[in-house]
């Protein structure tokens, strides 16, 4: 998985080990020799700002960390108990985070629910495994291999969807500029 965050581009290595490294790039593609591990293996991870979220499934309940774009834990995460999260993405006002449950719950950045999250059974076989937004639309991607991107307004109202007729498989993230 990758995100931009300003000028820089971060890479996610997602293979099934406890620790996942994040590679910071420049935007000339140079690697810039920065590693970092995260304490807790991330399924998803966003970023605005000076912070990085990630998504974690750690016992018993699974967690929202926030880290520096350093890498350095800030001390600060939040329990997410609604359902096991995976995809997440924020605005710089809110968070929205998938749950397994096929839900997108919609939080404040310092945690706390808005009480607001929509369903996205209707249109999605999957829950959301990749999710992005442009500060009008959510972009979600599930794990299968139709290629479809859905698209929902912020609010959650279901906008549409349509194929990536010039990837094949499954995308498994999406970013937007």
Do not use: C
């Not at 995100?3 to 593609?29: D, K, M, V």
């Not at 605005?48 to 001390?75: F, M, R």
């Not at 996205?120 to 291999?145: R, V």
């Not at 109202?157 to 010039?166: C, I, R």
């Amino acid at each position: 998985m990758l995100f931009r965050s300003n000028a820089t581009l971060y890479i996610w290595n997602s293979s099934n080990i406890s620790l996942s490294q994040t590679f910071i790039n420049y935007p000339e593609g140079k690697y810039s020799g920065t590693t970092f591990d995260l304490s807790k293996r991330p399924y998803g991870m966003t970023s605005y700002g000076k912070y990085i979220w990630t998504s974690s499934h750690d016992s018993p309940y699974p967690y929202i960390n926030k880290y520096w774009l350093n890498g350095t834990y800030t001390n600060n995460s939040f329990m997410f108990i609604d359902a096991t999260p995976s995809a997440i993405t924020t605005n710089g006002t809110y968070m929205w985070i998938a749950g397994s449950n096929k839900l997108i719950y919609k939080y404040w950045l310092n945690g706390t629910s808005t009480g607001q999250s929509f369903n996205t059974s209707s249109e999605m076989l999957y829950p959301a495994w990749g999710m992005t937004n442009n500060n009008k639309f959510l972009f979600l991607t599930i794990n299968d291999l139709t290629g479809r991107i859905y698209k929902y307004w912020l609010n959650g109202t279901y906008f549409g969807d349509f194929n990536l007729t010039v990837y094949s498989g499954a995308p498994d993230y999406i970013l937007t500029n």
